[in-house]
């Protein structure tokens, strides 16, 4: 079973995923059906959102993202009619025109700003790993 998630810049190196966010959540929606999935997008689209696109992905694989970025994943169930918010978020953390190499830097100070001394070897392995998959 495959769901649809919306993306923008979809199969480039500023790929992002659309979220939503409520009561301090940011929430994927993962699509039971692609024509709700598009259907949302086209909307997104109607209040000014970048075009965005339609792709479909093992459910595994988005919740593992949204567990390694904080999100949480949302099933909207066949045949739900799901409107986006009437108002966009002011600042969001994708950029359509970011530089890649701008962004692994950028995480990459902000991981630095904790104190690596008393990391464990187990921690460390985990933030070079994290890092390998930024470059």
């Not at 009437?86 to 600042?91: F, G, L, N, R, W």
Request: charged share 30%.
């Amino acid at each position: 079973m495959s769901v649809y998630v919306v993306l923008f810049n979809a199969r480039t190196e500023n790929e992002g995923i659309h979220s939503l966010e409520m009561e301090g959540r940011q929430l994927v929606l993962m699509f039971e059906v692609e024509d709700d999935a598009t259907r949302f997008a086209v909307m997104l689209e109607a209040q000014d959102f970048p075009t965005a696109s339609v792709e479909a992905f093992d459910p595994e694989e988005i919740e593992e993202f949204c567990e390694s970025a904080g999100y949480e994943a949302v099933l909207v169930e066949d045949g739900t009619l799901l409107m986006p918010p009437e108002k966009a978020v002011e600042e969001t953390t994708w950029n359509p025109d970011a530089d890649p190499n701008e962004i692994a830097r950028l995480k990459l100070e902000e991981t630095a700003k904790g104190s690596f001394q008393d990391a464990s070897s187990d921690e460390m392995d985990q933030i070079r790993a994290q890092l390998e998959k930024l470059l």
